[in-house]
């Protein structure tokens, strides 16, 4: 949960100084949870390219390396491939948070 919160966080203070604005809402609480809980349904291999990618923001080229260091060699994955298990992960997390909202 803490990447999570440093990312929602980091992302509405932007939105908050760039409306003029200070401090976080409720709402920071939820969507930190949301997301959290949304990550859960998703498999070790999604959660680690949402994380490193969306979240961290390594490179594609990074990531092939990370996953080969975590996963092993033979276990490597193209970035077209990445790129599609992202977008699968992504629409997981869409139905996720759909059902629930």
């Not at 200070?22 to 959290?36: M, R, Y």
């Not at 599609?84 to 992504?90: K, P």
Request: charge should be neutral; proline fraction near 1%; hydrophobic fraction near 40%.
């Amino acid at each position: 949960m803490e990447i999570w919160y440093y990312f929602v966080v980091k992302q509405r203070n932007l939105e908050n100084s760039a409306s003029g604005e200070i401090g976080e809402t409720g709402e920071t609480g939820k969507t930190v949870e949301l997301l959290s809980a949304a990550m859960k349904i998703l498999d070790e291999r999604e959660r680690f390219i949402i994380t490193n990618h969306l979240v961290l923001h390594y490179t594609w080229p990074e990531i092939i390396e990370k996953m080969s260091e975590c996963f092993g060699i033979n276990n490597s994955r193209s970035e077209r491939t990445l790129k599609r298990i992202q977008n699968r992960a992504l629409e997981k997390m869409l139905l996720f948070i759909g059902k629930i909202n």
